[in-house]
């Protein structure tokens, strides 16, 4: 079966302050890992995949298989960034993503 | 490009009653699929429809729920005598086509309340 876990629900940081979101999964096969980012009243939004190695808003995230982990971090955190944020994993089918419950992140000024 | 556009947005309903979510996918897409986030929980896949085609269901509950993309015209989510545990946030996403490396782009939710 397929399980991510977030196990922080909420995360506060100061701005300039370094941010790490954690994700764990358990999947027994080749996973693809993501994810997704919802600021305040707006709609779910892929941040990134794993697969595509990049970092988007300065956000990077490294899948540790060895781990299996795909923490999301930034160095430097700015107060736009104030969301919730979502891993998500793919197990073979694009479509059928599994979700984390979710990690508020507040970083204050 | 509008985005994936749901309504309503929010929906009250008693309990009893049916509830209807539409779905309108963006521009081009033509694979739907419908999520479902009950409080405190992540969003959990129900089903994947392509035009008049169901294609996976196997996260739909098995009584009072049934969706449908038709040729014509927005896919709906129908959830017949709602009762308590039907509250949540229903989100419906859309892609292109299906497979590794094709995005999912999600609306922005249509939050049922049961009362």
């Known amino acids: 079966a397929q399980r991510v876990t977030q196990p922080e629900k909420l995360l506060s940081v100061f701005k300039g302050a370094p941010v790490e979101l954690k994700c764990n999964y358990s999947?027994?096969?080749?996973?693809?890992l993501f994810w997704y980012v919802q600021y305040s009243r707006q709609r779910l939004q892929l941040l990134l995949r794993h697969i595509s190695r990049e970092s988007i808003k300065g956000f990077t995230a490294d899948l540790n298989k060895g781990e299996t982990s795909f923490h999301l971090k930034k160095p430097f955190a700015q107060e736009e960034d104030s969301a919730m944020y979502y891993c998500a994993l793919s197990g073979g089918s694009n479509y059928k993503l599994t979700f984390g419950k979710g990690t508020l992140l507040t970083v204050n000024p | 490009n509008a985005g994936v556009m749901q309504n309503p947005r929010h929906l009250v309903r008693r309990r009893g009653q049916e509830a209807r979510l539409r779905c309108s996918p963006m521009k081009g897409h033509s694979h739907v699929y419908w999520y479902r986030q009950l409080p405190e929980e992540g969003l959990k896949f129900m089903v994947y429809l392509q035009k008049e085609n169901i294609i996976d269901e196997s996260g739909m509950p098995k009584e009072r729920f049934s969706a449908e993309f038709p040729k014509e015209g927005p896919s709906i989510l129908r959830i017949q005598q709602v009762v308590r545990g039907d509250s949540a946030a229903y989100f419906c996403?859309?892609?292109?086509?299906?497979?590794?490396?094709?995005?999912?782009?999600f609306g922005e939710g249509s939050w049922l309340t049961v009362v």
């Open positions: 996403a859309s892609s292109q086509s299906e497979g590794s490396g094709n995005t999912i782009y």
């Open positions: 999947y027994s096969g080749s996973p693809e």
